[in-house]
């Protein structure tokens, strides 16, 4: 990748998918899982705030910054449960990496595709720590965009070769189970959320309606379970029943943020969590009890995406899997803009 003041390394989400393809996305999965857990060991050199939030009747748009000193990072990303009825993605996302040095940027990237990968990375590197030893089956409660990409991240990374599938929608598990097919995963379609329960170990809870759900109730949730809850993101939009969460020993990537928008939101603000940081750098205990519930309220967090932006970064070095965006104004004289401007006035076409 040649140097170039004006330019950008630019990631559209064909080649993403091509970069995602040429990797394997089961490695992609295991290889990102391996960069959050890097990050998150040397989690107090970043800079750490609660996402923006813009929030509507419809949906939210967020803003998720962090740095570690030398590079700063963004996601832009929204949230709109409403979009699947109009053929549009509940989320979508682009991304940015910069020099902290000179603030110019050094990567903008598609992450609509990527923070579905790193989420379910994310999920399955938390479950490492947390799930039951020898787990091999997982429920899936929610089967939408996000569903395979969990699936073979929990594949990857904790064994899991059985998968129970529930949704509101059966079409949607039947295309989850299609996509699926062939890769390593006895599947079963549920015809209920007890249904999918049945015998395994983690299970995963990823629905999208921007509201107090009850998911899961606390007769369905027996000891030694392990909670993956993604869906609850927002502050108004949870999964499950209180009563669950007060059984649990809960999980969090940064408190200020989760207990705005995630399951622990339905609790006192003091209610004790202990964070996902704490346990991979065995500063606190994960599971100390087979009987145990343990619950990862996952909302996502920046640094996560700013992990996800440094893989990305260093694979497309590797392959070329990018195109360079001019995107930035380089004039031969730092301090005349104008003139630049007034040179490109040969070549402008006429209004």
Not at 45 to 62: L, Q, W
Not at 90 to 109: H, M, R
Not at 259 to 280: K, S, Y
Request: proline content about 5%.
């Amino acid at each position: 990748m040649t140097e170039k003041l004006n330019v950008v390394p630019f990631v559209s989400v064909d080649h993403m998918m091509k970069l995602v393809l040429a990797i394997g996305v089961e490695r992609f999965l295991g290889e990102l899982a391996e960069e959050i857990e890097a990050d998150f060991r040397r989690w107090e050199m970043f800079d750490k705030t609660p996402r923006v939030a813009s929030h509507s009747r419809e949906g939210v748009i967020e803003l998720m910054p962090t740095s570690d000193g030398e590079v700063y990072g963004f996601k832009y990303v929204n949230g709109h449960p409403k979009n699947t009825r109009e053929g549009r993605q509940t989320v979508t996302a682009f991304g940015v990496l910069a020099d902290v040095g000179n603030g110019y940027p050094v990567l903008l990237t598609e992450m609509t595709i990527l923070t579905a990968l790193r989420t379910a990375a994310t999920s399955a590197l938390a479950a490492k720590h947390l799930a039951p030893r020898g787990a091999n089956a997982m429920a899936v409660i929610g089967n939408g965009a996000q569903s395979e990409f969990q699936a073979l991240a929990f594949k990857a990374l904790v064994g899991i070769d059985r998968l129970r599938l529930y949704d509101i929608d059966r079409t949607a598990s039947l295309r989850c189970a299609r996509n699926l097919a062939g890769m390593g995963l006895d599947i079963t379609i549920c015809n209920s959320i007890e249904e999918a329960m049945e015998g395994v170990q983690i299970v995963t809870t990823v629905t999208a309606d921007k509201q107090n759900a009850t998911i899961l109730t606390d007769n369905m949730v027996g000891s030694g379970l392990h909670i993956n809850a993604v869906g609850g993101d927002c502050p108004g939009k949870t999964e499950l029943h209180p009563d669950i969460l007060r059984r649990s020993e809960i999980f969090v990537e940064y408190p200020p943020q989760t207990r705005i928008e995630g399951e622990i939101q339905q609790l006192a603000p003091d209610h004790p969590v202990t964070e996902l940081w704490q346990v991979i750098t065995g500063v606190a205990p994960g599971r100390s009890d087979a009987r145990q519930i343990t619950l990862f309220d996952s909302v996502g967090f920046a640094i996560e995406d700013f992990s996800a932006l440094r893989y990305v970064k260093r694979q497309i070095e590797r392959t070329g899997l990018y195109e360079e965006l001019d995107l930035l104004a380089d004039p031969d004289d730092p301090r005349d803009l104008f003139g630049m401007l007034l040179r490109a006035k040969a070549s402008a076409p006429a209004a």
